[in-house]
């Protein structure tokens, strides 16, 4: 029997049948490796309840990781939706790992600036993301408390993924979206300027015939030890008109004398904190394998 896990609850998983019945199952001697959108043949047990046989090939797969584990967000999915708000403070940096993320698979990115009510910083944080912009990735503005239609054209016909900090309203747009959800939704810490983790599984909602969304938790880091090195540098499309360019063939676009990226920096081309943010993983990544 072929399923769609739907629900992701550690080492159990929902998966809902092609004729919409819902089970309960475990992977067969494994503690992980699944992740929600995976297509599985399963092996119904006793009643409402089945064994995971084997996972089939993905289009995708979305995960952040460290040098010691992994974290599997979504699989077969087509878009990811990068959920910033205008509190609590958005990190740039996390954007920016996220749609590296998005570049390695080859999905479309979509960023999503949540409670655009409030007037005055929502301004602010627009003219943050305008430079995302002007990288010709799309960037939306709602409040998902008041009209969350702007977001559903950008939906159709995708399988997307809601990422992002904890407290920028992934799972309120998914109260929006699908009132029955009933997912969990918290204040924000104003001393503290973040959010607290109140989605603790990932859940898969179908929209309709085609298209569905998945809740993720939320998350502060966007590890990216799974992408090698000479991968990282695709994730910055602004990049590309450089690439090939360096008087060495194999420039790490870090010191070396000669290199088209350091000088697009220097002459303003490209951002230089994006630079940065890309020197800051290839540094990173290089540290930990001399340990």
């Known amino acids: 029997m072929i399923g769609q896990v739907i629900a992701n609850y550690g080492r159990q998983y929902g998966v809902q049948t092609s004729d919409g019945a819902l089970l309960t199952c475990v992977m067969r001697g494994k503690k992980g490796g699944i992740a929600c959108g995976d297509q599985v043949k399963i092996l119904p047990t006793t009643s409402g309840q089945g064994v995971i046989e084997t996972v089939l090939s993905r289009s995708s797969l979305l995960y952040r990781s460290d040098a010691f584990r992994q974290k599997l967000i979504a699989a077969n999915v087509t878009q990811l939706i990068i959920v910033v708000a205008v509190v609590p403070t958005f990190s740039e940096e996390l954007i920016d790992r996220c749609l590296i993320a998005a570049e390695n698979?080859?999905?479309?990115?979509?960023?999503?600036?949540?409670?655009?009510?409030?007037?005055?910083?929502?301004?602010?944080?627009?003219?943050?993301?305008?430079?995302?912009?002007?990288?010709?990735?799309?960037?939306?503005?709602?409040?998902?408390?008041?009209?969350?239609?702007?977001?559903?054209?950008?939906?159709?016909?995708?399988?997307?993924?809601?990422?992002?900090?904890?407290?920028?309203?992934?799972?309120?747009?998914?109260?929006?979206?699908?009132?029955?959800?009933?997912?969990?939704?918290?204040?924000?810490?104003?001393?503290?300027?973040?959010?607290?983790?109140?989605?603790?599984?990932?859940?898969?909602?179908?929209?309709?015939?085609?298209?569905?969304?998945?809740?993720?938790?939320?998350?502060?880091?966007?590890?990216?030890?799974?992408?090698?090195?000479?991968?990282?540098?695709?994730?910055f499309v602004e990049f590309y008109p450089y690439l090939g360019q360096c008087r060495f063939s194999n420039c790490r676009h870090m010191t070396e004398p000669d290199c088209a990226l350091l000088l697009a920096a220097q002459e303003g081309n490209i951002h230089a904190r994006r630079l940065a943010t890309y020197q800051k993983l290839i540094a990173a990544a290089e540290k930990q394998k001399t340990w």
Do not use: C, W
Request: charge should be neutral; hydrophobic fraction near 35%; avoid cysteine.
């Open 105 to 235: 698979q080859r999905i479309k990115a979509l960023i999503v600036l949540n409670k655009a009510d409030l007037l005055e910083q929502a301004r602010t944080a627009a003219a943050t993301l305008s430079f995302y912009s002007s990288l010709g990735y799309p960037v939306l503005t709602i409040s998902a408390t008041q009209n969350i239609e702007p977001l559903r054209p950008y939906l159709h016909g995708h399988t997307s993924v809601l990422t992002g900090q904890s407290g920028m309203g992934k799972s309120t747009i998914i109260n929006a979206l699908m009132p029955g959800a009933k997912r969990t939704t918290m204040e924000i810490s104003t001393a503290l300027d973040s959010g607290r983790h109140t989605t603790t599984h990932t859940r898969l909602y179908h929209l309709d015939l085609d298209s569905a969304i998945i809740d993720s938790p939320g998350l502060q880091e966007f590890g990216l030890h799974h992408i090698d090195n000479s991968e990282l540098v695709g994730g």
